[in-house]
């Protein structure tokens, strides 16, 4: 063999004795914020599998056999576990799995409200969860996970700071669906909303939203990629306002808090 080449094998087999495998982990997650969390903390060796197609309702939205069999296969099944994914049934399924971890463990819920990751206080708490179950699994990589979990934390406390800073002149805002009570709550701000309980608006609810906004001076309705569109529309047009489009399921969770952010800040 070429002496050169030899160099190389050498230094491969010292770099295998210094860097010992990973075993890649799969791990199934129901809604895309927590893919975010779940990568941050595993790392390049986690293969993450989202169950919530883009563009359905969480609260809504029944895996289908396929994806409950690829969960009972994962080594880790992450839910926000708030609420939010009553509807599946791979909650029942899994109840009593090892590798169901509810990433809301902890977390002071607002009423029943169940969206929980839309605060980036909420999310930190979700990463400890998250960090503790990868140390359950695979204890050998302690550190590692460790170390993630604390630099996304500070990502998470950073743009928070930053965010209250950037928030404190918004009083209110005007949604169609509430999903943003605890985004709302971190930063002092009221949240008025369109659909309550999960229904569709009554015309004197809209009525009664217009004249609300109207008196508040309110120019801006908030909406979401996955709701009807047309009673923000409707509302907008009413009080010559626009509709602003935010999403509180994208999977670039801490890019997209910053966005809806500066949006709301308008
Ligand atoms: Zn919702």
Redesign the pocket.
């Known amino acids: 063999m070429h002496s050169e080449c030899m160099k190389y094998l050498v230094l491969l087999i010292a770099l295998l004795f210094i860097y010992p495998a990973v075993d890649s982990k799969d791990v199934v997650v129901t809604l895309p914020p927590l893919a975010e969390f779940v990568r941050a903390v595993g790392g390049s060796s986690v293969n993450v599998t989202i169950l919530l197609p883009p563009g359905a309702?969480?609260?809504t939205y029944e895996p289908t056999p396929g994806q409950l069999s690829k969960a009972s296969d994962a080594d880790m099944l992450v839910v926000v576990g708030s609420g939010?994914e009553t509807e599946m049934q791979l909650l029942k399924a899994f109840k009593n799995s090892k590798a169901l971890v509810n990433a809301s463990e902890g977390i002071d819920l607002i009423g029943n409200d169940?969206?929980t990751w839309l605060s980036l206080r909420n999310a930190a708490i979700m990463v400890d969860n998250i960090c503790k179950a990868f140390v359950e699994i695979d204890p050998q990589n302690r550190t590692r996970y460790e170390q993630n979990r604390d630099s996304y934390k500070k990502e998470l406390a950073s743009l928070d700071a930053e965010l209250s800073e950037e928030l404190s002149g918004v009083k209110q805002i005007l949604v169609f669906?509430?999903?943003w009570e605890y985004f709302c709550r971190d930063y002092g701000i009221e949240q008025l909303t369109i659909k309550e309980g999960?229904k569709e608006p009554t015309p004197a609810r809209i009525e009664e939203v217009i004249e609300i906004a109207k008196r508040e001076g309110i120019k801006i309705v908030f909406t979401?990629p996955?709701e009807d569109i047309r009673y923000a529309e409707l509302i907008a047009r009413e009080i010559g306002g626009k509709v602003v489009v935010i999403d509180?399921l994208a999977e670039e969770y801490i890019e997209n808090m910053r966005n809806v952010a500066e949006v709301i800040k308008g």
């Open positions: 309702s969480p609260h939010i169940p969206h669906h509430g999903a999960g979401e996955q509180p």
